[in-house]
């Protein structure tokens, strides 16, 4: 009878969700009958619940019995335990068909990486047992997303959006990849509607406001990633601060949010970026969610820090733990070796390195080929002999025009051309073709928002650095013909560029420049942020620059003048010999003293001096006391020298002594 009252008060209890209290029951039921399979089961799930996970597979581990009974509550220990590939050869071996028991091993697929058998499995669970749960449509999408399917996941969303309501999960999923796909516009829509969905589900359960903003603290870390790669660096930098002021509990959330903020800040706190990346590496250890691109992306990092720090011992102990847990065949294992080298001053060997991993690269358009490529010109360029910058040339040639027509490549390609062949008509082909190209891609991809304001942006950019380097190299015709560009679409520069066109054009044509000043905006009202004296002694500066440089090109210039010219020049160079200050009633003739530059009290003289005043007083002190003299005058000399004798017994204190 006392079991079936407990058992009316366990079904109650766990009704109601009270699971401590369930636990107590279970307990209390166990030792009436520590073999009822019902309170088992109960306590069992009872601390799955109570998130004692370990506690229950401990349980399950001292009776090893109860694992036949309840084999889906002991894999989903393993699971939570972090034995993910036992769980999964455990529920491979007792065939569980069950909606819990696919879910569970559609989330251990996800787990191990294994996307497509996670979306094989999820796409079964919904055949065999016809379930369209949100939580399996969130798992389906994430699964779909992490396989590069961006597409058919969007597809599915749109298909369930109204039966599946306000998932924020869905929309950060789909935004996430997105952004693997260089979908910035989108990406930022789907991921600021995460964001208001997650607010608005949090104030709709009751969630107070800190649980909110934790919630909300794993969006908000993809969304400074999205501003760190569309160039956004200080709204990227601030809200990753903001992000690790509030110290999140998940650790790949801290990991994400450090190692971005390590990257940002680099170079300029190099020793605290490299202090939280080791906390980061040794945090994510025990961590099983963490992907395998993102453990060898923090890897990678911490080595590139240690090696900007000069711990090339520890470098190559990071390097070797990179070699255990990747491929050996790894362009970034390659580049990272290929660096220790080159700060050890082998170049050859570092260009043989990478030569080896290029030729085992089979994808030319895949983009570890290019940065591969790029790097092996960085390390001819190093060299700096006209063998090794004709190389570089040739690669950057030879790589695929997005690469090729990059403003930085471009402009690597027009120096190099120029160090080895001088001004050539060459140098204006190359640009010509770069301005097509990004000409071409502003026109053709309509629909992607992103690459045609980048194809602009890289268009006018190359037409001013174009402008700058033909005036250089004194090629006038060159700088004339695309300033002409510019003038033709002045309307379309933003007011930096403008600036910058106007300061290079300014020098070679004032009266063009004076036209494009009167296109500038005028300033704003509040003129506080500028600073007018500095502004004013810029024009300055920069005349004193120009001055600098003809003296020195003047330099160069072989000397035509005449010989007296020349000495007229050096005689009024000379400055005039100032006459030297001397003490007064100085004396030429009488060697000075030595000893003129010490304190006056450590010279020879006045110590001498000081001795024979202290003797003369000593002296009258002992005359007077033995005349018998009996005046006031006496008795207090004789009363001085006794308590100055008394004084002198003492160990002097440390500090400066003073004179007697």
Known sequence: MATATLFVELENQIHSSDFEQALLTTQKILQINSEDKEALHCKIVSLIKLNKSEEALTFFESQKQLIQFFPYEYCYCLYRNKKIKEALIFLDSQNLNSSSSLLLKAQIFFRLEQYEQSIETCEQLEKIHQISSPELTTNLIAALVNCGKVKEAKQLFEKQKDLIGPFYEIDYNIGCGLLTEKNYVEAEKYLNSALEICQKNGENDELSTEEIETEKLIIQAQLACLYQLTNRIPQASELFKKIYKKNPSDSIIAAVVGNNIATLQSNQN????????????????????????????????????????????????????????????????????????????????????????????????NLDFAR????????????????????????????????????????????????????????????????????????????????????????????????????????????????????????????????????????????????????????????????????????????????????????????????KDIQLKKDKKKKKKKNKRLPKNFNPNKTPDPERWLPKQERTLYKRKMKKLQQAKVNSNKKSITTGNTNTNTIQAATEGKTTSAKSKIPPKAGKRKRS
């Open 372 to 563: 591969l490529q790029l790097y092996i010109c960085q390390i001819y360029l190093m060299k700096n002999t006209n063998e090794s910058l004709t190389k570089a040339f040739n690669i950057l040639s030879n790589s695929n025009n997005f690469v090729k027509n990059l403003p930085f490549i471009l402009s690597a390609r027009l120096a190099i051309n120029y160090q080895i062949n001088g001004s050539n008509k060459s140098l204006v082909i190359e640009v010509d073709n770069a301005l097509t190209f990004w000409k071409e891609q502003s026109e053709n991809n309509q629909s992607d928002i992103f690459l045609i304001n980048q194809a602009k942006e890289f268009y006018f950019e190359i037409l001013i650095k174009s402008i700058e380097f033909f005036r250089k190299i004194k090629d006038f015709e060159a700088a004339t013909q695309f300033s002409v560009r510019v003038l033709e679409n002045k309307n379309k520069l933003n007011q930096s560029q403008l600036c910058s066109l106007i300061l290079i054009i300014s020098k070679s044509a004032p009266t063009t420049a004076e036209q494009l000043v009167k296109h500038l905006s005028k300033p704003s009202e509040s003129t506080e942020k500028f600073n007018l004296d500095q502004l004013e002694n810029f024009t300055q500066f920069e005349e004193k620059k120009i001055k600098t440089l003809s003296k020195a090109t003047k330099q160069l210039e072989p000397s035509v003048e005449s010989n």
């Open 270 to 365: 190099l020793a605290n970026s490299l202090k939280k990346m080791k906390k980061i590496i040794i945090n994510l250890q025990s961590e099983t969610r963490i992907t395998k691109k993102q453990k060898e992306t923090l890897l990678k990092n911490y080595a590139i820090l240690l090696l900007q720090s000069k711990k090339f011992e520890e470098f190559k102990e990071e390097i070797q733990k990179f070699e255990n847990q990747f491929e050996k065949n790894n362009s970034c294992l390659a580049i990272l070796n290929a660096s220790l080298l080159i700060k050890e001053s082998n170049y050859d060997q570092a260009i043989k390195l990478i030569e080896d991993q290029i030729s085992s690269q089979s994808n030319i358009e």
